[in-house]
């Protein structure tokens, strides 16, 4: 099985930037496309962001040209830059494999509230 484990969420004002990082335990990272979620209150869960294992990536339109996918295989570990933050861009933030999605497997996630 494969633990994921997000952080680096926190407050930041409008307009800010955060990093979140995606930390996996396991040896199925590399070779599994990633992908980071977001859940805000009385909402669905939605895709943000995804990274093949060949680098290529996809995002929701909502956030195109302000957040960016990036993966380190040799950390095991998937980054989400987050800029030019909007309040609704406020949710817990989830990182997950297709499979994980798929299957309901979901880790703690991490918090990003955007607010004045």
């Known amino acids: 099985q494969v633990q994921l484990v997000e952080s680096g969420g926190g407050l930041v004002q409008p307009g800010g930037s955060l990093r979140l990082s995606c930390a996996a335990s396991g040896t199925i990272f590399s070779i599994n496309a990633m992908f980071w979620y977001r859940q805000a209150p009385g909402k669905q869960r939605e895709l943000v962001a995804g990274?093949?294992?060949?680098?290529?990536?996809n995002y929701a339109e909502s956030v195109k040209g302000r957040f960016t996918i990036s993966r380190d295989s040799a950390k095991n570990t998937v980054y989400l830059q987050m800029n030019s933050l909007k309040p609704e861009d406020t949710a817990v933030y989830y990182c997950?494999?297709?499979?994980?999605?798929?299957?309901?497997?979901w880790g703690q996630g991490t918090q990003v509230t955007v607010s004045s």
């Open positions: 990274i093949t294992m060949g680098g290529g990536t």
């Open positions: 997950n494999t297709a499979y994980g999605a798929t299957n309901d497997r």
